[in-house]
Each structure stands twice: as C-alpha cells, then as structure tokens.
C-alpha cells in the first residue's frame, strides 16, 4: 500500500496515454459486455424455464395447425394436470408494422393457477377475468409505447381480419417475457365466428416428477385422432424458438472475443512502450534498493488500474445504456428488452482486470530482471 | 521535397512487436467490419433477390406478409384473366395462387426448425422464373409429391431424390430437387396446393397470388385496378418492393453491425494513436534532424500521416484475409417475420473489401492525424537538443 502514491504518480505521468488506454480498453469493453449480454438474455429466458411444471401441447405438425378447443377438458382429466389454457397466437400490430411484439389471446379462468411466476396482482387477475376486453402487458411493451393502465389500445389484425380494443388491466412482472401482450381469447373467438380452434394448450402439472407421465399421457391420448399432438416441457418449448436465433447468439459471442483479443493487443502495446520508456528510471530505482519483486508489483498494479478504470467505465455505461433505452427490442422480437445480466457485469470487470494485468506481464517481467549494470548503462 | 517512403516503411519495421500489436488491433477490427456486412449482403440477397421485377404478388388488404394473408377462390378467378398478365403458349395465364404454411421439420443431428411448405400448382414454375428443377422433375398433383429446394438437402431428414418427407400429418415423396438463384426459395418445399389445403384442413383459400405481367404493361394500373375492383378488393406490390420490406431483419442487422464495428475502430484508433505518439517522442532527434536537413514541416507532417496510413492499409488487407474464410459459409437464420427458418451464405463481395479498405484508411488518418501534427510543430533546436 506504501507504494499507492507511486502508481497513481506513474499514472498520471503520461496523461495523453494513461486516458488514450483506458478509453480504448473502456470503449471496447463497452461493446463486449453489450454483444456478450444478448445471448445471456437467452440464456436466462431457457434457464427460467428449466424447473417449470408446465407443458405446451401443440399439434404434432407444426405451429400453423390448430386443435380442437374441445381437448380442453380431456386434458384436464388426465392424472396429476393441475390447469389448463389454450392459447392463440393474434399476431396483431399496434401502430406501425415495425412495431411487433408477441400478443396472445388465452382464456382468463386459470390463467393465474397457470403463471403465479407473473406476478400480476390478484385485483389486476380479477380485472383481467372480469372484464372481457382486459389485456396483461408486459413492462417492455408498456415502456417502449408509454403505455399505462387503463389505457385503451388497438391491435390490428394481420392473420385475422378483425382488429381488437382492448384496455389495459395490468403489467405482466416477474418471469414473464417482458415484451408479451394477453388478452382473452373468448373475445377474438367471438370476433373470429366461434371456429372453436387453439394453437396451443399450456398445462400446469401438480409436481415436476410427474411431467414425463402426463407428456406420455397426453401424446397418447390424442394419437390416430384428426390433430395429434406433441407435448413438451416448457423449457424444450422455447428453446425450439430460441434456437432459430442461435447463429445470431453465436455471432455476438464470436465478435465478443475478437473484442477482447483486440484491446489485448492494444493493451499490450502500450504497456510495453511504457516500461519500455521507463528503462532507467526502473534501474535507478533498483540500485537504491527497491527489489525486484516491488518493482515488479508496482508496475502490474499500475497496469491492472488502468484495465480495472477501463471496464469499470466501458461495462457501467453499457449497463446504463441497456437500461435506459430498449435496445434491440424491434431486432429481437420475442426477447424484448435486452438487460445485462449481473454476471456478465462481473466477468466484464474480472476479463478488465485480467487484460491490465497480462497485457503488462512480460514486459514488467523482463524489466524488473534486467540486469541493473546493463541498464544503468544505458541511462549513462 | 517529401521525406520518402523508404523511411516510413523502415521505422514501422524497426518497431517490429509494436508494429503488429497495433497492425493486429485494426486488422480484427476490419475482420469484424468484413463479417457482419458479409452476413448483411448475404441475408439481403437472400431476402430481396427473391423477387421478380416483373412479378406482382396479391395479398390481403392490410397483411404485412404472404403468410399473414388470405385470398379467397373467386377473388383469384376475378383477378387471373386481367388484360396486364401475361399467357403461357397455351393461352393459360401466369397467375400462381400460392399457400406457403410452416411445418416442423427434423433436422440433421436432432432438433426441429420451421420451415415453409408452399402449395403451388405447376404454374409457379413459370411465374417464378428464377426457379429451376436441377435434378428429378417437377411433382404431379393430387398424389402427394414435393420437390425440395436446394438449401434444405443435406441440412433436414430425407430432404433427397426418392425418399419420404414427412410434413405436417402427411407423408410426401420428393421427386425434385430445385434451384433458385440463391433466394429464399431455396430454403422451401414445394407442393400441390391442393394436397397442401387438405393437410392444414384450413379450407379452400389461397395465401397470396403471384401475377406475371406482359413486357411493357402498366403495373400500377393493374395495382390499382386489384385494390378497386370490388370483386378483388386486395393490395397488389411489385415482388422487388415486398420483399425489400422483408428484409428487415437484415437492415436492423447492418445497424447493429455498423455500431458495432464503429465503436471497435475508436477503441483501435486510440490504440493507433498511443502507438504514432510514441514513435513521434521516441523519434524526436530524428524529427530535428530532418528539418534541419531542410524538409518543411508539411513535408514531416505528411510523412507522419503516411506511416500510420500505410500501417493500416496493411492492417486491412491482413483483416480482409482474415475475414476470407467465411465467405461463402452458409447457415441458418431464424427469420421472425416469416416465422420460418431460411438458409443462406456469407457474401464477401468486392465492394465490402473496397469499404473496409477505406474503414482502415480512415482508422489510419485518425489514430495519425494529432501525433503527426504534433511531429510538424516541434523546433528544430529543441527537437536537436534532445540529442
């Protein structure tokens, strides 16, 4: 600790130099953190699901085929199934064609045994069942539209030929996908002339050992019959949505580490034309009894400092950034606003450290073994 | 007299490790730029070359995509016999009534992916005329045959000549395998129509129509006589036009890969800058020597400027090759206006080289500009004295 002055000294010696490097090394990290927090986002969205007691029934052909809303109560009676909801994709736009986001339509009686996870408060469920064109909005879409409760909105049909008024009941917290609108689906039926058709049933199980039993029942039950269906645990649900933008996760991931090679490399360079200059000052030191050992300390903390400020400003803008605006919530349809997750917070600022520490490895090294006869040669 | 080049390209080898460190830095940094407008060129021409100027595509009033559209049977017979639309030999006329719905379908290794099954009749081959049958032949009707497009073979199950496809409740025979100029077609299968109604159990109606029209015909009065007969009543758009707007994915790819790319050069160019810094101090005697062997200031300026240009000249061919693997590379993009997945390739093409060359450059004059400036304004004699 003895030897802080000295750093900061040292720091502050090269001004031009010491912000020039942390600028690149915080812009950088900027960039990293943000590209590194998109497939966190996805991530996060599969590890969610991953202990759920619920399961998506769809028919075995795809998403486009419907079912029959009367598998409702079949399901229902199978063995250890806790609730059931049927869900219908409307697809509806609110303004502009660009501004999609995932709207539901589902029916309201047990929608709130099936997503506790929500959090929507009990009167805003009771509105929400009341009410029958009550919609849940995510936080996401509220923000980016600037939306409130009780607020009426329209959602114009795109698959349908019919547009809906809705008015808002309450803001989906919690797990829910920030950007997803619910409304009921007893109001589109209606709207649609009562075909009696779903995309999709979500069924709530009592316990998560008993999951397999009632995938295994339910694909049973509905096999040889005019829709088969294909049921699935929560998690395997989305991921199948996920994966289609795997490459794109991968993409960012890939970018992320070139980012990081390339402010190594920056790094790097300017850690050794640093010592490089400070040749003889290092071996005057030496000689009035500094030891190598805190010569060396010295200049990796140094170094380490310069990394540390570089994350610390390049990671905490781009946490803020992410925070304030939605960004990427128009390119990323279904994950809405991307948050940075804290973990990525802290690998940032470990990856800042690491940098300023290895970038000034070498050079520290061989400057703090240098022969002090050598170098003070050189000075002389 | 300018200071000749021979110096630069000396001193920039004399500092050989720091050379490459920054070389390497703005290297990556072009490498970046050059993949993610790779991508954006190969998803754009995926996208939007799959359009045929002189093809119209019908659609419901209001739908933002085909697959959000409906068109009913007598909409389509009022519409196929206008005079703009051009006739096969046979006097039919080239009006393709299409219904492309999204089936799972198994991939290669595991897992499922949304992919377009169209219904076409045997028309579509004609209005969409980029679309080739490259082995096998074109499917009959009614006896649940598909031909599969060429992006698809090898990536999903069965997706080859004589074995069966199963799709949606059905079990199809593919006895074609077709081509289609790279675009989205590519990544679809194509079937009887009528077989394709029946596997959605969704009823008689068709998605969208394509329309070839006659050379010469007056596409926005066809466009407005579609939206104003009341018997058609539906919104009618050059193919170009659409799938422009398709490509959406791929704009707001190219904004992310711009910002993306353009916040990694400031960090670059401030890792330039640190490094034409040091060599302007590290080089001052050098500096006071050659203006007093009278080059001008302007003269030591420019050669400063040249260094760090000619460093990253450099440094962007050396990106460009490292970036050159992935051209050609193809792989599957989730598209999430068409709810389906859609293969296609990296593109480096030469103008993205010519971009990122002038990316470099432009990292180089930055990261050059203040160190050399202040190479220019030294003293002789205080720039001597240091010697």
Redesign the interface.
Request: charged residues 10%; glycine residues 12%; hydrophobic residues 50%.
């Given at each position: 600790m003895k030897y802080a002055m000295l750093v900061l000294k040292n720091l502050l010696r090269s001004k031009r130099r010491t912000i020039l490097t942390v600028l690149s090394i915080a812009v950088s990290l900027f960039i990293f953190s943000a590209l590194v927090s998109l497939p966190a986002v996805a991530n996060q969205v599969l590890s969610d699901t991953a202990s759920s007691v619920r399961v998506a029934c769809h028919n075995k052909a795809g998403v486009t085929y419907s079912m029959p809303e009367a598998y409702k109560q079949r399901i229902a009676m199978t063995n250890h199934v806790v609730a059931v909801v049927p869900q219908s994709w409307f697809g509806g736009i609110y303004h502009e064609v660009s501004d999609q986001f995932p709207n539901f339509a589902i029916d309201p009686a047990q929608a709130e045994t099936m997503w506790p996870d929500w959090s929507v408060p009990p009167e805003q469920w009771k509105t929400f069942r009341e009410l029958r064109t009550a919609c849940l909005v995510g936080p996401g879409t509220m923000k980016r539209f600037g939306l409130h409760i009780g607020q009426q909105i329209q959602l114009r049909g795109t698959i349908y030929r019919f547009n809906v008024q809705l008015e808002i009941a309450g803001v989906m917290g919690g797990k829910a996908p920030p950007n997803f609108l619910v409304f009921r689906r007893d109001y589109m039926e209606e709207a649609e002339g009562r075909p009696g058709l779903v995309d999709n049933f979500w069924v709530r199980v009592d316990k998560s050992e008993n999951v397999p039993q009632v995938i295994a029942a339910l694909d049973e039950g509905f096999a040889n019959s005019s829709a088969e269906t294909k049921s699935e645990t929560e998690a395997a649900f989305v991921s199948t949505f996920v994966n289609q933008f795997r490459f794109f996760f991968q993409l960012a991931e890939i970018l992320g580490f070139i980012v990081v090679i390339t402010i190594g490399l920056v790094a790097a360079n300017t850690a050794a034309m640093s010592i490089r200059e400070r040749r003889g000052e290092i071996a005057v030191m030496r000689s009035i009894g500094f030891t190598s050992r805190a010569i060396l300390s010295l200049l990796l903390s140094e170094s380490l400092l310069i990394g540390l400020i570089g994350g610390i400003i390049g990671c905490g803008t781009a946490f803020i950034v992410l925070h304030l605006f939605a960004v990427g919530s128009s390119a990323m349809g279904a994950f809405g606003d991307i948050q940075m997750p804290p973990y990525v917070l802290v690998g940032t600022l470990f990856i800042a450290a690491l940098i300023g520490f290895l970038s000034a490895l070498v050079p520290a090294l061989s400057a703090a073994r240098r022969n002090i006869v050598d170098a003070l040669r050189m000075v002389v | 007299m300018a200071v000749p080049l021979k110096y630069n390209l000396r001193s920039l080898l004399v500092r050989r490790?720091?050379t490459a460190?920054?070389g390497?830095?703005i290297a990556?940094?072009v490498?970046?730029f050059v993949?993610?407008m790779a991508?954006v060129a190969g998803l754009n021409s995926t996208i939007s070359d799959t359009g045929s100027p002189d093809n119209i595509i019908v659609i419901?009033r209001?739908?933002?995509?085909e697959?959000?559209s409906?068109i009913q049977l007598p909409q389509f017979d009022a519409m196929k016999f206008l005079p703009q639309i051009k006739r096969d030999q046979g006097g039919a006329p080239m009006a393709s009534p299409e219904l492309p719905?999204?089936?799972?379908m198994q991939k290669v290794g595991g897992?499922?992916?949304?992919i377009v099954m169209r219904g076409v009749l045997p028309v579509a081959l004609e209005v969409h005329d980029k679309v080739h049958i490259t082995a096998g032949r074109m499917f009959k009707p009614a006896v649940n045959e598909v031909i599969v497009g060429k992006g698809l073979v090898g990536r999903y199950e069965n997706c080859k000549l004589g074995s069966t496809l199963h799709?949606?409740?059905g079990n199809w025979k593919v006895v074609g395998i077709f081509d289609a100029a790279g675009s989205s077609f590519e990544s679809e299968v194509w079937g009887d129509i009528h077989n394709v109604q029946d596997?959605?159990?969704r009823g008689a109606y068709y998605a969208d129509v394509r329309l070839k029209l006659l050379p010469g015909a007056d596409q926005a009065a066809l466009i407005q006589r579609i939206a104003d007969d009341p018997q058609i009543n539906l919104q009618g758009e050059s193919e170009p036009d659409y799938y422009k707007?398709q490509a959406?994915?791929a704009n707001?790819?190219r904004v992310?890969g711009m910002i993306?790319a353009i916040?990694?050069a400031?960090?670059?160019?401030?890792?330039a800058?640190?490094?034409m810094?040091?060599a302007v101090s590290?080089r001052t005697t050098e500096i006071g020597t050659l203006r007093a062997l009278g080059f001008s200031p302007a003269a030591v300026m420019t050669s400063f400027l040249t260094e760090a240009l000619m460093l990253a000249l450099a440094a962007g061919i050396i990106g460009i090759i490292l970036a050159m693997p992935i051209d050609g590379l193809s792989?599957?993009?989730?598209n999430?206006v068409t709810?389906s997945?859609l293969a296609f390739s990296f593109q480096v093409t030469p103008r993205i080289m010519l971009e990122a060359i002038i990316f470099a450059a432009v990292m180089g004059v930055f990261g050059g500009w203040l160190p050399a400036r202040q190479a220019m304004r030294m003293r002789v004699v205080d720039a001597l004295r240091s010697v």
């Open positions: - | 490790i720091s460190m920054t390497g830095g990556l940094v490498a970046v993949i993610v991508m419901r209001g739908a933002t995509t697959t959000y409906a719905v999204q089936m799972l897992g499922t992916d949304n799709l949606g409740r596997d959605t159990q707007e959406v994915v707001q790819m992310l993306v916040i990694m400031v960090g670059a160019i401030f890792g800058m640190n490094t810094y040091a590290t792989t599957t993009f989730g999430f709810f997945t």
